[in-house]
């Protein structure tokens, strides 16, 4: 009914800054919240950022300061502007929406910073 699909992912050196983009379709509400989670190996998917339908953004601690998420509703795209990466920010990154009594997310794609 929804669908997600994220781009924007690869491989970059610690310092450096990567752009997320998550693109979706189907039955969207325009009431509908979107944002980021992320997931290393072995470990649990964590919250980084959520975004409203008027763009009002809230973020994890490790990312205050460094990411910031925005979204064009005319388009259906959420992104995810990530500056001054940290290797401890290596993971898939998995956009979702959250819909109704419904979670919609995409098959993520992956960050890795290096050292």
């Known amino acids: 009914q929804v669908q997600l699909v994220e781009s924007g992912g690869g491989l970059v050196q610690a310092g450096g800054s990567l752009r997320l983009s998550c693109a979706a379709s189907?039955?969207?509400?325009?009431?509908?919240?979107m944002g980021w989670y992320r997931q290393a190996p072995g470990k649990q998917r964590d919250l980084v950022a959520t975004?409203?339908?008027?763009?009002?953004?809230t973020y994890a601690d490790f990312a205050k300061g460094r990411f910031t998420i925005s979204r064009d509703n005319a388009k259906n795209t959420v992104d995810l502007q990530m500056n001054s990466l940290k290797p401890e920010d290596t993971a898939a990154y998995y956009c979702?929406?959250?819909?109704?009594?419904?979670?919609?997310w995409g098959r993520g794609t992956q960050v890795t910073v290096s050292s």
């Open positions: 979702y929406l959250s819909q109704g009594w419904r979670n919609y």
């Open positions: 189907g039955s969207i509400s325009s009431i509908a919240a």
């Open positions: 975004i409203t339908s008027t763009g009002g953004g």
